[in-house]
């Protein structure tokens, strides 16, 4: 299977649930911060949307202050897994956006919780 290349112009970045209650908890957390940024800061340049959710902001705080999150397209609160939130779900599907692709970058974000409560509401 080929991957292929993403274009600027149809790919959306999700950040999801980097947030200030999970630094002492994660390895290496710091190195997570720096890779995330980098992903944040070309897509800034390459003026791709970001969405960003916070699972449970008030008691996980919110996304860690060294993250710039300030140009995303939606910030949503959320208390379930799924990114899938009405609002990112109106994103995907206004025909200007054309998403094919999503980078998607986070601490929980694990295969099955990615493929069952990310993926597969996007398929349907």
Known sequence: MSVGRLLAS???????DLQEKFRP???HFPAVLSN?????????LLDVPLVV??????????TCKELDISESVINCS???FS???????DL????????S????LGIEVVIPLCTHYLIIPLLL
């Open 10 to 16: 149809r790919t959306v970045v999700f950040c999801c």
């Open 36 to 44: 995330a940024n980098r992903i944040l800061k070309a897509a800034q």
């Open 25 to 27: 908890s994660i390895q």
């Open 101 to 104: 692709s999503i980078v998607l």
């Open 78 to 80: 959320k208390t379930k």
């Open 92 to 99: 995907l599907e206004m025909s200007h956006y054309n998403c």
């Open 83 to 89: 990114m899938v939130l009405p609002a990112v779900k």
């Open 53 to 62: 959710t916070e699972q449970y902001p008030k008691g996980l705080g919110p």
